[in-house]
């Protein structure tokens, strides 16, 4: 059974940092691309950031390019997100997801697991 789990959200204010973090179990994650999404309460879940399998390509959201940055430590199993510069909007439930192949995509549709979700809040 294939199992994400998403840890580091919390509650900080404008302007600072937090890294999430996705660990697998039941599937070898360095196979796959991985990527992070976010559903904000009454919007849709939107793509955040991907990584292909080897980590050598990555793809942003433009709202989050420049502040974000994924990585992941294949030896580890798991896949991070270091979010920087954090705004009010970038409140939001954030999920990590395996691709169903080796590269990514950023539709949700592409991805075939998904992590429970962390929450991250951003006060102004």
């Given at each position: ?24 179990s ?77 590269n990514y ?20």
């Amino acid at each position: 059974q294939v199992q994400l789990v998403e840890s580091g959200g919390g509650l900080v204010q404008a302007g600072d940092s937090l890294r999430l973090s996705c660990a697998a179990s039941g599937r070898t994650l360095s196979a796959y691309g991985m990527g992070w999404f976010r559903q904000a309460p009454g919007k849709e879940r939107e793509f955040v950031a991907a990584i292909n399998r080897s980590g050598s390509s990555t793809d942003y959201a433009g709202s989050v390019k420049g502040r974000f940055t994924i990585s992941r430590d294949n030896a580890k199993n798991t896949v991070y997100l270091q979010m920087n510069s954090l705004k009010a909007e970038d409140t939001a439930v954030y999920y990590c997801a395996s691709s169903r192949s080796s590269n990514y995509v950023t539709s949700r549709y592409g991805y075939a697991y998904w992590g429970q979700g962390t929450q991250v809040t951003v006060s102004s």
